[in-house]
């Protein structure tokens, strides 16, 4: 005996359970194949009856009558006679045994087994018509019973049917997969989640592949210089990686119109953590980096050597006398050089990427915002890295993605203009401090933000979770590959969406008597993610689940390489 089923003595339970239940199903199975039955033989019989009333003449009726009457009397009275109507109508007193034997008899025996035939044949064949539409009505009412409606709440279709209900509108001219997107989709931006090797740089390709036909701009971040590789049009496009040779030369002063834009740049420059306990020390960096560009911004000759040779080399004294009579005088002082000091340190830490620039003359090289305010440029900007050296590219290249965004929001509004920020792997970057105001307040600008990432608990790192979740809000479309964490997974779920639906549950009662054994059917409402987490968990390589902005359906889809 298994030691498992023995130790809570189920083995037994489960037998006498398992018997009571079949005996149950197969009383309720003979109690409806009864009724069942008996109702089809009496649609039978009535059905066979009314083709043979409708087939036979009133004669021959009568005649077969009379045949089988005459049979009954000539076992009582071999001599016995009765009234007889010939067909013409004449009323003759015969013997029975003359109707028996009678030519008119044998004919109307004849006819009936002939009609009897057919009429057998034609009610056999509508009872069994009528059987099935039986089976199959008493079938959809059962199903019909199991079946969960809906209350409300998000649905999952299969692609053909979202295409159909998308198709009812204004269409994209580019599309998902194969799926077609509403028409301004882009500007309402997207959200592409998913670990490692699940589609999501597929997923991106087939964007641009579309993106570079309609000859829309794209700014891209490209870490490892894939798209790049793939995308770039050498002597048209930008490449900006002061690592790399095909480089663009770039000068920050391009970017800077106004002093508030060197205060922008300083704090994409100089990120605030999340969460930070005292900001004292990057605040005071930021400022300290925003006056020294702004004041050697005065002076045509000096360049952004001049800027790293002050704030990394120079001592306290020297850049106390720089900084006299500033905003920022009472943060750089010989009086206070410890805390002077704890600055420079700061900021020298968020200004190793500028020592890679290559030389640049002021107002020569590439300008992110003379590019982004250039509607008629074909140009498309990438913004590379590669793993060796991007923990130093980190800020320049958060700072060139926050100068773009920040030139788009100052552009006059635009229903024509499509500017793509493509931000693959967004969590890898330093914090784009005007990342969530670009994508609240874009779209009348033409931005079209596409967001990608391996797991949202990066992104809150970066951006902390309040910020995270901001960034996800503000995102209409979602994609979601396959992710191995619970916890992920679920948060995924829960961005799906949920549905509320009302099923009915079947309860089986049983006992030794018949009378007392029983189902019953009540119905119950039940609200739940329309998509597990499991069912994420478990999504194929190249497989996503897809929301789309509006009242559509959810949807999964399959891309192919």
Not at 9 to 31: C, K, P, Y
């Amino acid at each position: 005996m298994n030691a498992d089923a023995d130790a809570d003595g189920s083995t037994v339970g489960d037998f006498t359970r398992g018997g009571q239940i079949v005996l149950h199903n197969l009383r309720m199975a003979n109690q409806i194949f009864a009724r069942a039955m008996g109702l089809c033989l009496l649609v039978m019989v009535a059905s066979s009856a009314s083709v043979y009333w409708l087939l036979s003449s009133a004669y021959e009726r009568y005649m077969l009558l009379n045949f089988l009457f005459a049979k009954a009397q000539i076992l009582l009275n071999s001599m016995a006679m009765t009234d007889f109507t010939n067909p013409d109508g004449s009323k003759v007193h015969v013997y029975v045994r003359q109707i028996i034997d009678s030519p008119l008899s044998r004919q109307a025996i004849r006819y009936f087994t002939h009609h009897a035939i057919w009429s057998l044949s034609i009610g056999l064949l509508f009872t069994v018509i009528l059987a099935g539409i039986g089976w199959w009505s008493l079938t959809v009412t059962g199903m019909r019973q199991k079946a969960k409606t809906l209350i409300r709440g998000e649905t999952l279709e299969n692609p053909h049917q979202v295409a159909s209900m998308i198709r009812q509108g204004k269409v994209s001219s580019i599309n998902l997969a194969g799926l077609p997107l509403p028409e301004g989709f882009e500007t309402k931006h997207m959200l592409i989640h998913g670990t490692t090797g699940t589609g999501k740089s597929v997923c991106i390709r087939g964007f641009l592949d579309q993106i570079r036909e309609r000859g829309d701009r794209v700014i891209i971040y490209d870490r490892g210089g894939d798209y790049a590789s793939r995308y770039l049009i050498p002597d048209q496009d930008i490449l900006m990686n002061p690592m790399s040779d095909r480089s663009t030369a770039w000068s920050l002063w391009n970017e800077c119109s106004h002093p508030a834009d060197f205060t922008s740049l300083a704090a994409a420059l100089l990120p605030m953590p999340p969460g930070i306990n005292d900001p004292f020390w990057i605040t005071g960096a930021r400022a300290v980096l925003a006056e020294a560009t702004r004041m050697l911004g005065e002076f045509e000759t000096q360049s952004q050597e001049d800027l790293l040779a002050l704030l990394l080399s120079a001592d306290t004294r020297q850049l106390e006398d720089f900084f006299k009579n500033t905003p920022v005088a009472n943060l750089i002082s010989t009086r206070m050089e410890k805390t002077s000091l704890s600055i420079m340190s700061v900021l020298a830490a968020g200004l190793q990427s500028l020592k890679y620039l290559k030389p640049c003359e002021r107002n020569e090289g590439f300008s992110i915002r003379q590019w982004v305010q250039n509607a008629d440029s074909k140009i498309w900007v990438f913004l590379t890295s590669v793993s060796e050296h991007h923990e130093v590219m980190k800020p320049l290249i958060s700072a060139w993605l926050d100068i773009a965004v920040r030139a788009l929001l100052s552009t006059s509004p635009s229903s024509n203009r499509r500017l793509w920020f493509i931000l693959d792997e967004l969590p890898s970057l330093e914090r784009v401090p005007c990342l969530s105001e670009g994508l609240a307040e874009s779209r009348k600008f033409g931005g079209c933000f596409l967001l990608a990432m391996q797991s949202m608990a990066q992104l809150k790192k970066i951006y902390g979770s309040n910020g995270a979740q901001e960034l996800s809000d503000l995102c209409n479309t979602r994609i979601f590959f396959r992710d191995p964490s619970f916890e992920t997974a679920h948060w995924a779920s829960r961005e799906l969406g949920e549905v509320e639906t009302e099923e009915n549950r079947e309860n089986i009662s049983y006992s030794e008597s018949a009378m007392r054994s029983g189902v019953s059917i009540s119905g119950q409402r039940y609200q739940r993610q329309v998509i597990s987490p499991t069912e994420i968990m478990k999504l194929r390589d190249l497989e996503a689940f897809v929301r789309l902005s509006g009242s559509f359906p959810l949807t999964k889809i399959r891309f192919l390489i």
